[in-house]
């Protein structure tokens, strides 16, 4: 049964940082897509990040500069490095992998809150 297990997620200060972690209990995770995405209170999920399986990386241009998605494949997980967080990035964040199918975490909240 495929699963992918977020977590890191929790209440930071505005500026401050978080790490996320997806660990996917995935065969071929190497050939996977792995992306991050992110649904706040009254808004629709919307995509922060992904990493190919080749190591291309997107960004959503509200992240740009300030998230970073990496991948280890040997650990079969995806992170996201979150820095100078703000306010409106407070949301649960999902994390998905892409291969002929899309599987999808539970999510962790993220809270950027004085």
């Known amino acids: 049964q495929v699963q992918l297990v977020e977590s890191g997620g929790g209440l930071v200060q505005p500026g401050g940082s978080l790490r996320l972690s997806c660990a996917a209990s995935?065969?071929?995770?190497?050939?996977?897509?792995m992306s991050w995405y992110r649904q706040a209170p009254g808004k629709q999920r919307e995509l922060v990040a992904s990493?190919?399986?080749?190591?291309?990386?997107n960004y959503a241009d509200s992240v740009k500069g300030r998230f970073t998605i990496s991948r280890d494949n040997a650990k079969n997980t995806a992170y996201l490095q979150m820095n100078s967080l703000k306010p409106e990035d407070t949301a649960v964040y999902y994390c998905?992998?892409?291969?002929?199918?899309?599987?999808w975490g539970r999510g962790t909240q993220v809270t950027v809150s004085s």
């Open positions: 995935l065969t071929f995770f190497s050939l996977h897509a």
């Open positions: 990493v190919t399986n080749g190591g291309r990386t």
């Open positions: 998905s992998a892409k291969y002929v199918r899309e599987y």
